[in-house]
């Protein structure tokens, strides 16, 4: 049981916006403990424009310069330039950043002495890498401690679900460094290709009953690298999950973790950063099951659970409304960002700066699109 003076111990988690020419990034802050022993941590932050946002939005409603725990989720060009941001204009306890270039050689030649001897592979690095190298060497330079965050490892309150070390190395590092020219590259610049294409767009009904969820999801490695972070705000017995871009597979070895640790995730679970902007590939049936239990038969009138999703303003295919469908089914309240600051707290204060944010409701014409 909680102690009585801890009951009112306050947390909460903000999503701010960060969108640039129709790209999305993510940028969470998140606060937790009494405010003369608050404890701040940032969960990407976005791109620099919006990160000296995210910085000025700690320093006023946070009221520190202080981030104990900054956080890249994976190696992502809309999320990682804002750190530079927050690693300069703030103090920042540790950073936790995985290092790709200590495990693979020919990656730690390339940034160490600009030598490649695969061809493509270079331009590949330079692509994905480049930011990730130089926030190392700034934040050395700044002083600030850096680890990488691998599964079994404590961020503050919060622990790492994923990835594992072993997988880390021994799978997703060598899938990293494909060349731009490889087999498996090209697909997935085919399938941007698709993204961007102009679509055939029709509707189909989506009844409460019935889910039309892809049995297994696909993403790229540097996907499935994200930080999957748990903590279990022990005064609310108050599970959070933030996913980054994670994918199925990085989530159901998340929960095989929870289960190795005795926790009932769909039990514990209260609050989720759903992945990759609700997309559709990054969730399956099964896995939502695992995640926050199985469809009710009937939408609950009170939902305990909640759902935040990082979305752009505007129309947009973020999110997917069989995504959303999806949660809804399962009795979780989801919010849409929308380009907004939307904040998800207990026992904090309320002032004019906020106000409610409206849930999505169940859409029963889904969009479907095919090149």
Not at 197 to 208: D, G, H, L, P
Not at 276 to 285: I, P, R
Not at 291 to 309: D, T, Y
Not at 333 to 353: C, L
Request: overall charge negative; proline content about 5%; hydrophobic content about 35%.
């Amino acid at each position: 049981m909680p102690k009585p003076e801890d009951v009112f111990v306050p947390f909460e988690i903000d999503f701010l916006p960060s969108e640039t020419d129709g790209e999305i990034g993510d940028a969470i802050a998140l606060r937790y403990g009494l405010t003369t022993n608050q404890k701040i941590i940032v969960y990407d932050a976005g791109d620099s424009e919006h990160a000296h946002k995210l910085v000025k939005h700690i320093q006023h409603f946070f009221n520190t310069d202080r981030v104990e725990h900054l956080v890249c989720s994976h190696p992502d060009s809309h999320s990682t330039p804002g750190l530079v941001v927050v690693l300069e204009q703030m103090q920042v306890g540790t950073f936790w950043l995985h290092q790709p270039w200590l495990y693979c050689h020919e990656m730690a030649d390339y940034f160490s002495n600009n030598e490649c001897h695969e061809p493509g592979l270079g331009q590949t690095f330079e692509a994905k890498f480049r930011t990730s190298y130089d926030l190392a060497k700034l934040a050395i330079q700044k002083g600030v401690t850096i680890k990488e965050p691998f599964q079994g490892q404590w961020i503050g309150h919060f622990h790492v679900l994923s990835p594992s070390k072993e997988w880390y190395v021994n799978e997703l590092v060598s899938q990293f460094k494909q060349p731009i020219s490889s087999p498996n590259h090209l697909m997935r610049f085919l399938r941007c290709l698709r993204k961007t294409a102009k679509r055939a767009v029709s509707w189909v009904a989506e009844k409460w009953e019935t889910e039309y969820l892809p049995e297994t999801g696909h993403t790229s490695a540097e996907n499935e690298s994200s930080v999957v972070l748990y903590g279990n705000l022990e005064d609310y017995h108050y599970g959070l999950l933030l996913t980054g871009h994670a994918g199925v597979e990085a989530l159901h070895r998340a929960i095989d973790y929870l289960e190795l640790l005795n926790i009932d995730a769909p039990k514990h679970i209260q609050f989720m950063q759903v992945p990759h902007h609700g997309a559709l590939e990054h969730v399956s049936s099964l896995l939502l099951n695992r995640l926050v239990g199985a469809p009710l038969e009937q939408e609950p009138v009170i939902k305990h659970k909640v759902a935040f999703i990082s979305t752009p303003s505007g129309e947009s295919s973020y999110p997917h409304a069989s995504v959303v469908n999806a949660l809804l089914r399962r009795g979780v309240k989801v919010v849409a960002t929308e380009g907004k600051i939307k904040r998800h707290h207990k026992n904090t204060q309320t002032t004019a700066d906020w106000r409610v944010a409206q849930p999505l409701s169940f859409s029963e014409q889904v969009k479907l699109e095919s090149s």
